[in-house]
């Protein structure tokens, strides 16, 4: 696989606002898991605030603080997400049931596309490029990264990925009427997390490889034949799952679910934390796990 090196990275998140690779802000454990609000006006017109949702505005924020950093013009803009634009989704349903003429304002149902995130960015960078999004549940990001190796194969120089899920109240009644526990509710999360990806200028993280399998095998067999592939030495990497850790692993782990909360993309927020380890060489390898009742996703990084 060719390497994908990762040059900038900006997430939101219940920890706030997280640019650069540094764990020195990194906070302990919560309990609760709304991601919160930066000062948004920053880098986003305040008219055009006005009018998004708040996956929007994360997308957004995260994704024009890093075109602020670089002059470079975007070959592609990648996005993964799980749910889209829930709050506009329902704001949307919620008007075609209260009309009795069926007339509405295509305002709610534009918003309400998963593809508003990758599209609004391009439109206020003014980028022409490639634009895609990726919802394939809990393993969107990784199919976004997957996308992102494929493009940078054909010459895509400099790549735009990002990740974004949000939580609204309605996730909560809908998990409860399909069985979820009060305890699984309360772990809900909801974040965005962006990077400059490029397999032409040199970083020292890089993306060594990546996979998605339906009808896994067990996690712990999954990460052994994974990393043999790789020839990574467990003593030299962290796994960081995205949710529960990992019976019969003999390496170092960390949940993220502990810090940002359970949401189907928060393997960006992974990958992100995952830099910051490799930046301060705490580890030469980071293995991020993503597991849902379907399959597995994993993403090794690495450090030059």
Not at 197 to 218: G, H, N, R
Request: charged letters at 20%; glycine letters at 8%.
């Amino acid at each position: 696989m060719q390497k994908l090196y990762i040059h900038h990275a900006v997430s939101i998140s219940a920890q706030g606002l997280w640019e650069g690779f540094c764990l020195s802000d990194l906070k302990e454990k919560l309990q609760e898991f709304q991601a919160t609000d930066p000062e948004y006006k920053t880098v986003i017109p305040v008219m055009a605030l006005r009018r998004m949702s708040k996956i929007t505005k994360m997308a957004l924020m995260c994704g024009l603080t890093i075109s602020k950093t670089t002059t470079l013009d975007w070959d592609a803009i990648i996005v993964g997400t799980g749910l889209g634009n829930l709050a506009d989704t329902e704001k949307f349903l919620n008007l075609i049931s209260g009309s009795a003429t069926g007339l509405n304002s295509p305002t709610a149902f534009t918003q309400s596309s998963h593809n508003t995130l990758s599209g609004q960015i391009a439109l206020q960078l003014k980028n022409h490029g490639y634009n895609m999004t990726h919802v394939q549940r809990n393993f969107s990001f990784e199919s976004a990264l997957k996308d992102a190796t494929l493009q940078s194969q054909f010459g895509m120089t400099n790549i735009l990925l990002g990740a974004a899920d949000e939580h609204i109240p309605l996730l909560d009644s809908l998990a409860r009427e399909a069985g979820y526990g009060e305890a699984d509710i309360s772990g809900f999360g909801e974040g965005s997390s962006f990077f400059h990806l490029s397999a032409d200028i040199p970083s020292e993280i890089f993306v060594k490889d990546s996979l998605i399998k339906m009808k896994a095998q067990t996690p712990s067999e999954e990460i052994d034949a994974f990393l043999l592939k790789n020839q990574v030495d467990r003593k030299s990497c962290l796994l960081l799952t995205t949710a529960d850790l990992i019976s019969n692993c003999d390496m170092d782990q960390r949940s993220v679910a502990e810090l940002v909360g359970r949401y189907m993309t928060s393997s960006g927020i992974a990958m992100h934390l995952g830099c910051s380890y490799l930046s301060e060489q705490a580890y030469q390898h980071v293995l991020i796990c993503a597991t849902s009742s379907s399959g597995l996703g994993l993403t090794l990084l690495s450090h030059e």
